[in-house]
């Protein structure tokens, strides 16, 4: 240690201050081990009493006065070791307590970062809870309000329905009022019909040509449902309608077939001019077209699904078509059952008019997909978002002009018998809409007959289909039409078509008809399930069937008073 250290550095010169004093001193004086080797030998020889006398009482005083120096050194080198290592104690002393108090500060400082960290997580979980809670609160009150919303919506609906049961009672009333005012007025024009008959057959009889007297009616379509006419009961040996078509019925479904046409190359044109990657439509086309698709295929019996599926709808598809904005199309072209004469007013989004077109194509799909299910509700939903979709007056042209035209196109193109042509599966393939099916393909012609059942039981739903205050998208009395068009066909012309289309129209409609059009519509439907498939024959043994399946066809529909008897508790016969 640095005090040692300094005691024997003393220590040693005091020794070289007294070796350095007896240096020039005198022999007397020097110590007895500094002599030569020659002195100390002669001493030893001679003996102690000879070195005795050489000592002097000086040389005593100055050994013994070098003893006590001796002392003294030793004794002041022991004190500062001793100083020394106290000092070292009381500093490693002073460093323990220095890295105790460090130690401590350490451990307070940690506790009080865990308290800190403590009291923040104790905060988070304050404000979290706090923020679970206003959650709570406002699902609470969107629930409220939601019932409270439904509530008003069931009460309206209510109050709808009362006043429909009041006005379906006071027409209920109004019609047996007419009916006993015309009954007595039918009886006399079916014995004159009947005098008539008979007359033409005995003419026929004797190879007379006819005179030109007006020939007996086929039931045709009514005016409007308020003033039902009642057809008389046809006799199965009265005259049936020649085996074409009328002119103006023919004109009309070359029409629409020309506005398909058009349809198909205007959705062409269309994504041509934006397939460029670049274009800002080419994203939001795909997008609605997808989003329509996925839709369509949600449809379910639920009627809170439908209006949500009809929400998305309207959300994601058509009203985004509007909003996006996009070039625009004379709508002139796409429209047959209106005129247009200003050409501002003709003005229509392109993008609205090709998701037209691509709604038609996924709701006929739509309703071929479920025609095989015996419960027809979830295509009385389709042709609801239908219904609900052409008359919504934002996606009108104007405003005032639905846009069903495109629709009826599609349906004379893939089902022209609803429509009341006729042709020959032979020779007439694409007129009847056959053109897609192969003849020898049984695969392809059960899906083809699926179809037409679909797209019969769609057509009778949209047809059917009432919005308080809005007339139909597609009047009732077109399905009267479509039903007695059909049922007019000759039996030479009949293929499995019709009839799966008829099944489609009646099957899941026939408490509305007679709701809307009495006992004339009872008589229609007994000339459509009676009637008509007697007209069939019956297939021989060992005979193939020239139009094979239209026995079988026939039959179904021939069922079908069993089934509303037996289901509804309605009674034609």
Same mark, same amino acid.
């Given at each position: 240690?640095?005090?040692?250290?300094?005691?024997?550095?003393?220590?040693?010169?005091?020794?070289?201050?007294?070796?350095?004093?007896?240096?020039?001193?005198?022999?007397?004086?020097?110590?007895?081990?500094?002599?030569? @080797?020659?002195?100390?030998?002669? #001493?030893?020889?001679?003996?102690?009493?000879?070195?005795?006398?050489?000592?002097?009482?000086?040389? !005593?005083?100055?050994?013994?006065?070098?003893?006590?120096?001796?002392?003294?050194?030793?004794?002041?080198?022991?004190?500062?070791?001793?100083?020394?290592?106290?000092?070292? $104690?009381?500093?490693?002393?002073?460093?323990? $307590?220095?890295?105790?108090?460090?130690?401590?500060?350490?451990?307070?400082?940690?506790?009080?970062?865990? #308290?800190?960290?403590?009291?923040?997580?104790?905060?988070?979980? $304050?404000?979290?809870?706090?923020?679970?809670?206003?959650?709570?609160?406002?699902?609470?009150?969107?629930?409220?309000?939601?019932?409270?919303?439904?509530?008003?919506?069931?009460?309206?609906? %209510?109050? /709808?329905?009362?006043?429909?049961?009041?006005?379906?009672?006071?027409?209920?009333?109004?019609?047996?009022?007419?009916?006993?005012?015309?009954?007595?007025?039918?009886?006399?024009?079916?014995?004159?019909?009947?005098?008539?008959?008979?007359?033409?057959?005995? #003419?026929?009889?004797?190879?007379?040509?006819?005179?030109?007297?007006?020939?007996?009616?086929?039931?045709?379509?009514?005016?409007?449902?308020?003033?039902?006419?009642?057809?008389?009961?046809?006799?199965?040996?009265?005259?049936?309608? @020649?085996?074409?078509?009328?002119?103006?019925?023919?004109?009309?479904? !070359?029409?629409?077939?020309?506005?398909?046409?058009?349809?198909?190359?205007?959705?062409?044109?269309?994504?041509?001019?934006?397939?460029?990657? &670049?274009?800002?439509?080419?994203?939001?086309?795909?997008?609605?077209?997808?989003?329509?698709?996925?839709?369509?295929?949600?449809?379910? =019996?639920? =009627?809170?699904?439908?209006? *949500?599926?009809?929400?998305?709808?309207?959300?994601?598809?058509?009203?985004?078509?509007?909003?996006?904005?996009?070039?625009?199309?004379?709508?002139?072209?796409?429209?047959?059952?209106?005129?247009?004469?200003?050409?501002?007013?003709?003005?229509?989004?392109?993008?609205?008019?090709?998701?037209?077109?691509?709604?038609?194509?996924?709701?006929?799909?739509?309703?071929?997909?479920?025609?095989?299910?015996?419960?027809?509700?979830?295509?009385?939903?389709?042709?609801?978002?239908?219904?609900?979709?052409?008359?919504? &007056?934002?996606?009108?042209?104007?405003?005032? +002009?639905?846009?069903?035209?495109?629709?009826?196109?599609? %349906?004379?193109?893939?089902?022209?018998?609803?429509?009341?042509?006729?042709?020959?599966?032979?020779?007439?393939?694409?007129?009847?809409?056959?053109?897609?099916?192969?003849?020898?393909?049984?695969?392809?012609?059960?899906?083809?007959?699926?179809?037409?059942?679909?797209?019969?039981?769609?057509?009778?739903?949209? &047809?059917?289909?009432?919005?308080?205050?809005?007339?139909?998208?597609?009047?009732?009395?077109?399905?009267?039409?479509?039903?007695?068009?059909?049922?007019?066909?000759?039996?030479?012309?009949?293929?499995?078509?019709?009839?799966?289309?008829?099944?489609?129209?009646?099957?899941?409609?026939?408490?509305?008809?007679?709701?809307?059009?009495?006992?004339?519509?009872?008589? +229609?439907?007994?000339?459509?399930?009676?009637?008509?498939?007697? #007209?069939?024959? /019956?297939?021989?043994?060992?005979? *193939?069937?020239?139009?094979?399946?239209?026995?079988?066809?026939?039959?179904? =529909? *021939?069922?079908?008073?069993?089934?509303?008897?037996?289901?509804?508790?309605?009674?034609?016969?």
């Amino acid at each position: 240690m640095p005090a040692a250290s300094g005691a024997s550095s003393t220590s040693m010169n005091t020794r070289n201050s007294f070796s350095s004093s007896w240096v020039g001193s005198s022999p007397s004086r020097q110590s007895p081990v500094r002599q030569s @080797p020659q002195r100390n030998g002669l #001493r030893s020889s001679r003996g102690s009493l000879l070195s005795d006398s050489y000592e002097s009482p000086t040389r !005593k005083l100055q050994l013994e006065f070098t003893n006590i120096l001796s002392h003294s050194d030793r004794e002041f080198h022991k004190k500062l070791d001793q100083d020394a290592a106290e000092r070292a $104690r009381l500093h490693e002393e002073q460093l323990a $307590r220095a890295a105790r108090e460090h130690q401590r500060v350490m451990e307070e400082a940690t506790r009080e970062m865990e #308290r800190i960290k403590l009291e923040e997580e104790n905060e988070r979980l $304050r404000k979290a809870a706090v923020q679970e809670k206003e959650i709570q609160r406002l699902k609470e009150q969107k629930m409220r309000e939601q019932a409270e919303a439904q509530q008003r919506q069931l009460e309206a609906k %209510l109050r /709808e329905e009362q006043a429909a049961r009041e006005a379906a009672e006071k027409q209920r009333r109004l019609q047996e009022a007419a009916e006993k005012a015309r009954a007595h007025k039918e009886q006399e024009e079916a014995a004159k019909r009947e005098k008539e008959e008979d007359e033409r057959r005995a #003419r026929e009889a004797a190879a007379v040509p006819p005179p030109p007297v007006a020939k007996p009616q086929p039931v045709q379509a009514l005016p409007t449902p308020s003033a039902p006419a009642v057809a008389a009961p046809v006799p199965a040996s009265a005259p049936l309608a @020649p085996s074409a078509p009328s002119a103006d019925i023919v004109e009309v479904h !070359k029409k629409y077939l020309t506005l398909h046409r058009s349809m198909k190359e205007f959705r062409k044109q269309f994504l041509a001019a934006h397939k460029a990657p &670049t274009d800002p439509l080419k994203s939001l086309i795909g997008d609605v077209r997808r989003n329509l698709n996925k839709r369509m295929g949600q449809i379910t =019996v639920d =009627v809170a699904d439908s209006k *949500k599926t009809i929400k998305s709808i309207r959300e994601e598809c058509f009203d985004k078509a509007i909003s996006a904005g996009g070039p625009m199309i004379d709508i002139r072209p796409y429209l047959i059952s209106h005129q247009i004469t200003n050409d501002a007013d003709a003005q229509y989004p392109q993008l609205l008019l090709y998701l037209w077109v691509m709604f038609e194509k996924y709701l006929v799909k739509q309703w071929a997909h479920e025609a095989p299910k015996e419960d027809g509700r979830i295509i009385t939903q389709l042709s609801l978002i239908a219904a609900s979709l052409y008359l919504d &007056t934002k996606y009108m042209c104007m405003g005032t +002009v639905t846009m069903t035209d495109t629709l009826l196109a599609k %349906l004379h193109r893939i089902c022209p018998m609803l429509f009341g042509i006729r042709g020959n599966t032979t020779t007439n393939r694409a007129g009847l809409g056959l053109d897609k099916v192969h003849p020898n393909d049984d695969a392809e012609h059960n899906a083809y007959l699926q179809r037409m059942t679909g797209v019969g039981a769609g057509y009778a739903a949209l &047809t059917h289909r009432k919005f308080a205050q809005k007339p139909p998208a597609i009047p009732i009395s077109e399905y009267w039409r479509a039903v007695v068009l059909i049922c007019n066909t000759p039996a030479e012309a009949l293929y499995p078509a019709h009839f799966m289309t008829l099944q489609g129209l009646l099957r899941d409609n026939v408490r509305k008809f007679l709701a809307t059009y009495g006992v004339a519509a009872k008589a +229609v439907l007994r000339r459509a399930t009676f009637d008509l498939p007697n #007209r069939v024959p /019956e297939p021989r043994a060992g005979v *193939k069937e020239e139009r094979p399946g239209l026995h079988a066809a026939a039959g179904s =529909v *021939k069922t079908l008073p069993d089934v509303w008897h037996a289901k509804e508790n309605i009674n034609i016969r």
